[in-house]
């Protein structure tokens, strides 16, 4: 039942009069025992939802620190299986909701039916495929959501009103929107209120869908979106990944202080 | 799956974008969906423009300067015995490579949408110098992409592009050639759509930057079929087309006017790598698994991760892991056959051709193709004409073909 958990999710940050949190890290970076330590970490720290990234070296949405992360994971030799590992390992002791957000050749390469399989056992709570846009996804969303898996569809500034009212038409209980245009981790470059009405259209339409914000939030915005559903910081957290590494700290204790500031900027 | 006749090859693809419902297609994030509309019905309008088609080809013809030479290799014919061997002579497109048609659209295309900045990428560098010399032409900011590994192996390419004025950004990521360049560019368009347009240097990415390019380098087949009408008087009973493929660019351009004549064979000939090592650039040739890259679903050579693996090859052109959704509709239709050549073949070729020919000098990436000419020639009868697209000149790759051979230039 992770549909219900991850919609719970949303409830009880709600009740605390904020947005929830999301972090993304790229599973795997850097290495296996490292990145479960990270999501038990971001867990601690007070993280509602955590995205777990399946990383792809041909990716055409990350930017420079997600792709660092992501050459580290694969050069490390994670694959695909390793990522289930980590959530499995992960979701023993904590019930926090993890979604993977990754690239289509990664799932056809795993087989659309084995990834499906593997995401229910882990207890997998989303999906996000960067590029496998609506409504070619269509189908896979379906067979997602016959096993409570949610899909999460993708809307941008640029989705028109009519894509996006069909999107919304079809989509599952939460929708991601991504606030500008750009690949991951670029300065923002439009106003909180711009992006504030696009969420308000967004909900206008569809008041019963939890809609993520996405792309350039760091801990200087990220009280602009307390009153949003969710919001997402990602880049940051892998440049702190980074810095610890060349600087030979500790990245899970790092990058859970990192979320421990972002949730208290969420919630002050 | 089959092929339509009379109906041009870019047209056929379902409402979704997939030839043959299977390859292509637009599997692009969500911030581009808009832009790729929005070329798609420019682009849509302006094929059926005469305004437009008088524009293209004027450029083509007295910028470009179409058409190329059609040429009888009589001593090549004579040194192999067997078919007659023909060249079309693309390489003496202005610049050097039948990159310039796609490269004179496309910024025709970026001047119509009002914008002033196009951005490209770019392997052999061919495609960023022809999209480099047109942006000056056309007053249009130019931003290259391209492999590091690239950068420096066509050195020669990336001072024209900055002569011309373009920004050349060298990728550092993954294998730093083509593959990663693409990738790149298509971040950058990401950001950059409102304002920019965007260049894909080959048939490959989303569906109508495939359409796009095949329909540029038409010019190919379109003024080599007048050409062939003059030679013979008729089309030949027994013809063959051999074309390099990479991206697959000039195949289908040298191909699209001959693809409803089932007595023509037509073969492409993807980089085998070098003798003896089991990395290539040849997806169609290997049986490749399908997957996603840079927007299409095509052949693509990866790992059982989905991880694209990295390709080897002498030629910088050919060194991609994908191919053109074309190309992978016209192998599984069976129209078209295709090979592999290895580097130390299309280095062979090249001395071979050059020595005998002069005035024929191909890069790196048609040698490969004059490679298998020179394999099936000796064995075929002199009734078979046998034409090679030469799309490329050597010049950009003095320094490698040299150092191969051992001369210090």
Not at chain 1, 178 to 190: F, P
Not at chain 2, 19 to 30: L, P, Y
Not at chain 2, 275 to 281: L, T, V, Y
Not at chain 2, 389 to 393: I, P, T, Y
């Given at each position: 039942m992770t549909s219900s958990t991850l919609i719970k999710s949303f409830e009880r940050a709600k009740e605390d009069n904020r947005a929830a949190l999301l972090t993304y890290t790229v599973g795997g970076d850097p290495d296996k025992k490292t990145s479960l330590n990270i999501f038990k970490s971001i867990a601690e720290s007070g993280a509602d939802i955590i995205e777990c990234g399946l990383g792809?070296?041909?990716?055409?949405?990350?930017?420079g620190a997600i792709q660092d992360s992501t050459y580290r994971a694969l050069s490390g030799g994670i694959k695909t299986d390793d990522i289930f590992e980590i959530i499995v390992d992960f979701k023993k002791d904590y019930a926090t909701d993890v979604i993977i957000m990754t690239y289509q050749n990664k799932i056809m390469a795993y087989g659309e039916e084995d990834f499906l399989k593997k995401c229910i056992s882990s207890k997998v709570s989303g999906i996000i495929c960067v590029d496998w846009p609506w409504p070619l996804n269509l189908d896979f969303a379906k067979k997602c959501k016959e096993n409570n898996i949610v899909f999460i569809q993708l809307l941008c500034p640029t989705t028109n009103e009519g894509r996006l009212k069909s999107i919304l038409n079809d989509a599952h209980e939460v929708v991601y929107y991504?606030?500008?245009?750009?690949?991951?981790?670029?300065?923002?470059?439009?106003s909180s209120d711009e992006i504030k009405k696009r969420f308000n259209l967004i909900k206008k339409i569809s008041p019963d869908k939890k809609c993520i914000i996405g792309f350039g939030i760091t801990a200087d915005t990220i009280?602009?979106?307390?009153?949003?559903d969710a919001c997402v910081v990602g880049s940051a957290l892998c440049r702190e990944i980074t810095r610890s590494i060349d600087e030979e700290l500790n990245p899970a204790t790092n990058v859970g202080n990192m979320v421990t500031d972002l949730k208290q900027k969420l919630s002050s | 799956m089959k092929l339509e006749k009379g109906i041009p090859l870019i047209d056929q693809?379902?409402?979704?974008?997939?030839?043959?419902?299977?390859?292509?297609?637009?599997?692009?994030?969500?911030?581009l969906n808009y832009p790729i509309e929005e070329l798609t019905r420019e682009f849509q309008k302006l094929r059926n423009d005469e305004t437009f088609i008088a524009e293209r080809d004027y450029y083509f013809k007295n910028?470009?300067?179409?058409?190329?030479p059609f040429i009888k290799l009589d001593n090549l014919t004579k040194h192999l015995g067997g078919a007659q061997i023909y060249c079309k002579?693309?390489?003496?497109?202005t610049g050097g490579a039948h990159k310039a048609y796609n490269a004179v659209v496309h910024s025709l295309i970026c001047k119509r949408l009002g914008k002033t900045y196009i951005g490209g990428d770019t392997g052999a560098g061919y495609a960023g110098k022809m999209l480099s010399m047109a942006a000056a032409k056309f007053n249009l900011k130019c931003k290259i992409f391209m492999g590091a590994k690239d950068v420096e192996r066509q050195s020669i390419n990336v001072f024209s592009m900055r002569s011309y004025g373009a920004e050349v950004v060298p990728v550092n990521s993954g294998s730093q050639t083509l593959v990663d360049a693409v990738s790149e560019c298509m971040r950058w368009w990401t950001s950059e759509n409102e304002e920019a347009h965007m260049c894909v240097?080959?048939?490959?990415?989303p569906t109508i930057f495939v359409k796009i390019c095949a329909w540029s380098t038409a010019q190919i087949s379109r003024e080599m079929k007048k050409q062939v009408m003059d030679e013979?008087?008729?089309?030949?009973?027994d013809m063959k087309l051999i074309n390099c493929v990479g991206g697959g660019s000039s195949a289908a351009g040298f191909w699209n006017e001959w693809i409803?004549?089932?007595?023509i064979e037509l073969i492409g000939v993807e980089a085998g790598g070098p003798?003896?090592?089991?990395?290539?650039?040849a997806p169609l040739t290997n049986d490749s698994p399908i997957g996603v890259l840079h927007g299409a679903t095509q052949y693509v050579i990866q790992d059982d991760q989905g991880e694209i693996e990295e390709t080897d090859s002498i030629s910088a052109g050919l060194d991609y892991p994908g191919v053109s959704p074309l190309h992978c509709f016209l192998k599984e239709t069976g129209r078209a056959r295709y090979t592999s050549a290895s580097d130390e073949e299309a280095i062979e070729a090249f001395q071979l051709v050059s020595k005998n020919e002069g005035f024929v000098s191909p890069s790196l990436e048609p040698s490969h193709a004059f490679a298998e000419a020179i394999k099936i020639a000796p064995k075929l009868s002199k009734d078979t004409i046998i034409v090679v697209?030469?799309?490329?000149?050597s010049a950009k790759d003095s320094k490698i073909i040299a150092e191969r051979l051992g001369y210090k230039i």
């Open positions: 792809h070296g041909a990716n055409i949405g990350d930017g991504i606030s500008m245009l750009s690949t991951t981790g670029q300065k923002l470059k439009v009280n602009d979106f307390k009153d949003t | 693809h379902d409402e979704n974008g997939y030839w043959g419902g299977k390859f292509g297609g637009n599997q692009i994030a969500e911030s910028f470009v300067g179409a058409p190329t002579l693309v390489s003496k497109a240097g080959s048939t490959v990415g013979f008087g008729e089309v030949p009973k409803d004549y089932d007595n003798e003896g090592s089991s990395k290539h650039a697209d030469s799309c490329g000149d």
